[in-house]
């Protein structure tokens, strides 16, 4: 599976959209892209996920350059709620199960200010 | 739904000590996944299940056991603690879609 890059921490004040940006610059053509963030150490919890369009629901917008190779999560109007660790990861596809089989790397701290 | 639950939330062991994880889900979900958490890094996969009586090791397996008897039930055994198993270990299940869900963890402390 691809590495990813992400920032240590960022911050971001509350009620502006939070940009958190991943760069995986080695992904294969049918490696997936996924979102996951932490909350004060609790459970993970699934974003959003995309192959090559962007993507968007009721939490985030995901944005996949052209190239695949970079991405950038989008938060729309972050709240104080917003702040957690949030995890880029990318893998690949072997059918069902690969969404369960995921490795989580050190992710970007958000801190959302008041 | 009760979603995954993971039972204790904190359990503290003796170094060679054996204990069992259990993690329960009423979601019907056939993929469950187990995960540790060191401090200050991500999650690392031990073990996971894409259904009952298949189970398959993950990234770190060593010194865990699991099995899948029910399609609700995935626990984890430590067969004999030590001390590099102090971590948070995280219970997830999924119904084959690309969306985990994820337990509430249960931290564990091996003197």
């Known amino acids: 599976d691809a590495k990813t890059t992400q920032p240590p921490s960022m911050d971001c004040a509350e009620g502006r959209a939070a940009n958190l940006p991943c760069n995986h610059s080695t992904i294969s053509g049918n490696e997936y892209v996924y979102w996951y963030r932490q909350i004060h150490s609790q459970g993970p919890q699934y974003i959003i996920h995309?192959?090559?369009n962007n993507e968007t629901n009721e939490m985030a917008s995901l944005i996949i350059t052209e190239d695949r190779k970079s991405s950038t999560l989008i938060l729309p109007h972050a709240t104080l709620r917003d702040t957690a660790v949030y995890y880029c990861i990318v893998r690949v596809y072997e059918g069902e199960t690969s969404g369960s089989r995921l490795t989580f790397g050190e992710g970007t701290q958000l801190t959302v200010n008041p | 739904n009760a979603g995954v639950t993971q039972t204790p939330k904190f359990q503290v062991l003796k170094t060679g000590q054996s204990m069992t994880l259990q993690c329960a889900q009423d979601?019907?979900?056939?993929?469950m996944s187990w995960y540790r958490q060191d401090p200050g890094m991500g999650l690392r996969l031990i073990h996971y299940?894409?259904?009952?009586?298949?189970?398959d090791q993950g990234e770190v397996p060593n010194g865990y056991n699991v099995s899948r008897s029910t399609t609700e039930d995935f626990p984890l055994r430590l067969l004999s603690a030590a001390p590099s198993q102090t971590s948070v270990y995280f219970c997830?299940?999924?119904?084959?879609?690309?969306?985990?869900?994820f337990g509430p963890g249960t931290r564990l402390t091996v003197l």
């Open positions: 979601m019907n979900h056939e993929y």
């Open positions: 299940s894409v259904g009952a009586g298949i189970t």
């Open positions: 995309g192959l090559k």
């Open positions: 997830a299940s999924s119904r084959g879609t690309f969306e985990q869900f």
